[in-house]
């Protein structure tokens, strides 16, 4: 799994580029063997203005082929956002694998059995 970081004013400290990369690692690094590239994007939003103004875009592209995961976050610091998209990619990525098995499996045709009114209503 290919980790790429962009800022976009330019540079940013390696050790903030080391930290992003542990984050990704963390939150996707089970799913490596499925994802080809991630993209990590972080922009300052309001500049000097203060408040939480840190976005952090996280794009997964599944391999071999797929559409890619995105996951953008606001928050005070790069840090908690990359933490944040990166879970949240995560979180999606499971859920698009679980419902591909579940489609394998034949289990999203079948509807789900009710037990009989009866029982339901305790009678």
């Known amino acids: ?11 940013i400290g390696t050790a903030l580029r080391e930290l992003i ?9 089970r799913f490596a063997h499925r994802i080809a590239a991630v993209r990590v994007r972080i922009d300052d939003v ?3 203005r203060g408040g939480p103004d840190r976005r952090c ?4 592209t599944p391999r071999p082929h797929g559409t890619p995961i995105v996951a953008e ?3 005070e610091s790069a840090e908690a956002a990359v933490g944040r998209a ?8 499971r859920g698009r694998i679980e419902r ?9 045709s079948q ?13």
Do not use: T
Not at 21 to 29: E, K, S
Not at 86 to 93: D, P, T, Y
Not at 100 to 108: D, I, P, T, Y
Not at 111 to 123: D, F, K, N, Q
């Open 1 to 11: 799994m290919k980790v790429l970081i962009q800022h976009r004013a330019g540079s």
């Open 21 to 29: 990369h542990r984050r990704v690692q963390f939150a996707l690094g």
């Open 46 to 48: 309001n500049g000097p």
């Open 57 to 60: 875009l996280v794009e997964a």
């Open 73 to 75: 976050v606001i928050d």
């Open 86 to 93: 990166a879970e949240r990619v995560a979180r999606q990525l």
């Open 100 to 108: 591909s098995r579940e489609m394998r499996r034949g289990r999203a």
């Open 111 to 123: 509807p789900l059995a009710l037990p009989p009114a009866e029982s339901r209503h305790g009678a």
